[in-house]
């Protein structure tokens, strides 16, 4: 419980003038896309042009998925309890935890951990599928419940491949990909966060930054989704949940 | 933007020793129930025992109502999405807002605005209800979705009534309940909201405060909720929306 | 992803009528307190006239601890941003985490873990904090910032004391403190946390729901602080953070 | 309470495909940036270049402002309580209210209103400023606690500029500006919400989406600090309050 000075590398603010990592705010805002500027306030320095192209899709694709993704649902009713905009995107950030939003930092950790082994990325996938099945873990980051094959994954490595963006975590995460389809006899496909995973692997963020992209990624989908229930529906209706019974105690005295 | 010393009044905490409003928390634990420390901390004072009765029935009243109200689905829908206790309690308490938990509130506003009017309850009642229907305002805290009658409205005004608890507030509530009926033709009764309204105005609590009592009887119903779908369900299950159809733009190129 | 009814065994909701765990609600009303209808509704059984009085006790105990907890500056934080009540409530409750209010929860799963074991409570606590010291873990519900001695402890006890109610959970509690003050060579006594711990646990509750009757217990608190924050103090005043300063990179170019 | 199937027009989602607005997601993570994402999802219709450019700007613009917003206090308390990533950003979020973040929208509602009037823009300014000094409002949107002139504010309309880029809403902006200097006696200049408030009315949207854009702008900043905060301090450390003093009722008995 000290009240001693503390430190922060962010931004710095003076009267007039502002600058984020040492860039003035009005050269980045006059020379950087959002997704470079995305990528210098986490990572302190500024991307190389095929980082921001990758930048710019990871956040891109994960931008809206309709209407079920349970983030929605959570904007959606504090938004029809008759709550601010802000607390209603609040309530969707506030749902998306381990199961949901969580692959990619749950894939990005396995990733970190095993491309620091020695091995090439068949041999180490191998043994990392290995290790999986023994732990009973399902590889986070593979597999999807709607799309077979995830085609913002491809899209993600085709953009990858054309800019000759390729390190140990990419090649590690299509080395899983194939270790999986052999050792469980049928495809489980590396999925949009699983892509992700590995792009950020590569370019040297920490894994517990993950859920971090897949948010500042999914907001202007809240922020439409919010806006949606703000102006075409009523208060207070019924979006949920599903049919239930109860199966408590039958009624009874007290005393 | 000043940093000078600010005020506070509500508790006293020095080393081994902390004290509620001038009452030490260890008499505090022993004298004093829930809901009266609930009455003591928002209102400075002890309730009289009809006022820690009342409070404590009032308290009660709203304790659950079911697994269909939206806060219901804000802390379920947090909790499946893999995150923790205090996040789905908190994701539950951000959906009670104007239109769902609000009309005590509201109710209370309009009690303690019209209940300084001169006049007798029956008159002012009268007068309301035109207003009312002048500004084309539903009055708050009558009338229920699914109860016709809410058996919580009688319990708490029997209770009252028991003590020889009754102000001007009770009163005009009972009046606006006559006048509705009166001038719509059919009853529209007071509901557990408009009941609570009328007696917290009666102790003497601003309206302010009408969302914080539904909030603190609510929050064991939705540490019931929340505990259930940590323990009775798997994780991102589907919990809503209700079926839905997509109805945007059709595929189209870009360029 | 089923759409298959799902349970609940809470609250029964039919027109004109509530019952919670099989009572009615106007029955719970008039007969049980807000701590007795908390021990109902988490526990689906009525409490013993011990185990309501001891549940008062919790619930009361940790209604407030004045200005300093994170947890009341998320709340005022929150509300003099100029946000709604429920939303500085639940930015109040989002505070309350492993770090703040966790030791409950953690203090009572270690012993719930440990009560199973055999032998008595003496040698346990000693083969414990052997452990504890091995494992490198403080003990949680132990020790205080503020309070050497923390009164609403010895209050907690004296309350089971009087009432003749003890378990092996309080027994190993007690054990505890006395095994880590030989083992450490000075004192470090049990914290309301630990002491709430111990209670609940003998009371048969799941370690899982000890951050819930925390957060139970201090809504009253957050509740008055917010409170004072929107009739005491303007908008955006400065709440914090305490002093710091800039050590990022200093001005450079782009390009 | 209906069950009736709701409509929604963001994302069209089927087994292997989605699309934003009616494009293919893989379109747009190869063709679009961020920021014309932000505007179709909002829009449903792509931007032009130069409305391109400036939503990139105004996203950039308010990417972070140091450590002393409350934003930042609520997301770095929420970390600092022990809690999720997504937890403290949604703690941050919850913080950006009427009294912070919350010119944009205020600013553009009143723009919006006094835009559709008739008059050219000194007129319409001279005659608003009169009417805000009649109704004791303060603009919302000019002036800055640190900045006297804001450098952002500059540049975004240096960028409009050299993009040709105006309409009747930034003309009316700069309109007030003037009125409010010669009617004060003193420059009360335009801020970037201000700013950010004209330029989002010209493009067309309504204000009440004004929040929903600071905030898409602030996530970085606020996942920096989140960031930060778990990465390079201790849990649960002094963030504030700032000093205070306890005046409360003295120490008195029960009963």
């Known amino acids: ?131 999986l099945k023994s732990e009973k873990i399902r590889m986070p980051g593979f597999g999807h419940r709607i799309h077979k094959v995830d085609p913002r994954t491809a899209k993600l490595f085709e953009i990858a491949n054309r800019l000759g963006y390729s390190g140990r975590h990419i090649e590690l995460c299509k080395a899983i990909e194939k270790a999986l389809a052999a050792k469980l006899g049928k495809p489980l496909p590396i999925n949009v966060d699983g892509a992700i995973a590995a792009v950020i692997s590569d370019m040297g963020f920490d894994w517990r930054l993950g859920k971090g992209f897949f948010i500042i990624s999914r907001m202007p989908g809240l922020l439409a989704h919010a806006y949606e229930e703000m102006t075409r529906e009523k208060p207070m209706r019924k979006l949920g949940p599903l049919p239930f019974d109860y199966d408590g105690p039958d009624y009874r005295d007290i005393d």
Do not use: C, F
């Not at 009005?26 to 930048?55: H, R």
């Not at 309709?66 to 969707?92: D, F, I, Y």
């Open 1 to 131: 419980m000290s009240d001693k000075t503390w430190k922060t590398g962010i931004t710095k603010i003076e009267p007039g003038k502002i600058s984020v990592k040492g860039y003035d705010i009005t050269d980045v805002m006059e020379k950087l896309s959002y997704a470079e500027t995305v990528y210098l306030i986490l990572k302190g320095e500024l991307p190389s042009k095929a980082e921001a192209e990758l930048m710019n899709a990871i956040l891109v694709s994960s931008v809206d998925h309709g209407a079920t993704p349970p983030s929605v649902l959570g904007t959606r009713t504090v938004m029809s309890g008759g709550n601010s905009l802000n607390a209603a995107l609040a309530g969707g950030v506030l749902v998306i935890g381990d199961s949901h939003g969580g692959a990619i930092e749950k894939s990005a950790r396995i990733m970190q951990e095993w491309a620091t082994k020695d091995g090439d990325p068949a041999a180490l996938a191998s043994e990392l599928v290995d290790w």
